[in-house]
């Protein structure tokens, strides 16, 4: 991780302990952020898509054997439109995700989606920019704002995994619903996106 990404992440660690006791306790019993950015931005898309209403096991077996049918190098545009539809569905995509596949493909190689400059708009515009391609909604948006760009403050209020996180955490007798979780994540700014990570690492400890 460079240092200055790793400094961004101290300073937000200690700001969310500060502002929040149940973050303080919770970035204790995690330890260190370790989010990990996905360089190519195109492949993060991919396997957002791919990843839609599976389990994590299947979506990267999935992304997997992707890999494998395009083969040595980078997963790019070209290389997507080079595979047919009935390859894809071969090895697991649904015809419905392998056409999403061949739109996001399609419209960065046309130009109407450029990943390359994307990372100049705000969080705000690069959603709608997104949400252009068939298969892409708020919340894949979302993820590759955090996950791709490294935006540090996102909070996807509709992420299931951050709702029953926050559940879990703050005591709450039923699931919260998308304002009241927004209410308590506002504490968490401007790194919503950091105490998101640890919200989902909470998961996984328990």
């Known amino acids: ?42 492949e993060m898309l991919v396997r957002s898509i791919i990843g839609q209403q599976i389990s994590t096991k299947a979506a990267r077996s999935i992304h997997l054997h992707l890999k494998d049918l395009i083969g040595p190098g980078n997963m790019t545009p070209k290389s997507i439109l080079g595979k047919s539809r009935p390859q894809l569905r071969r090895i697991g995509i649904s015809a419905r995700k392998a056409g999403y596949l061949h739109d996001l493909a399609g419209k960065c190689c046309d130009g109407t989606l450029n990943l390359s400059q994307i990372g100049r708009f705000g969080d705000d515009d690069i959603i709608v920019k997104l949400q252009t391609v068939r298969g892409v909604g708020v919340w894949t948006a979302q993820m590759f704002l955090m996950f791709s760009l490294g935006r540090p403050d996102v909070f996807p209020s509709g992420d299931l995994g951050i709702l029953k996180a926050i559940h879990n955490l703050y005591g709450l007798k039923k699931l919260p619903d998308r304002n009241q979780a927004q209410e308590i994540a506002d504490r968490w700014k401007p790194y919503s996106t950091i105490a998101c990570w640890y919200c989902w690492r909470s998961l996984d400890a328990d």
């Not at 790793?6 to 989010?35: F, W």
């Open 1 to 42: 991780m460079p240092r200055s990404r790793q400094a961004s992440i101290v300073k937000a660690t200690r700001h969310l302990s500060a502002a929040d006791p149940v973050m303080r306790r919770l970035i204790r019993k995690v330890g260190p952020c370790r989010l990990v950015l996905e360089k190519n931005r195109f």
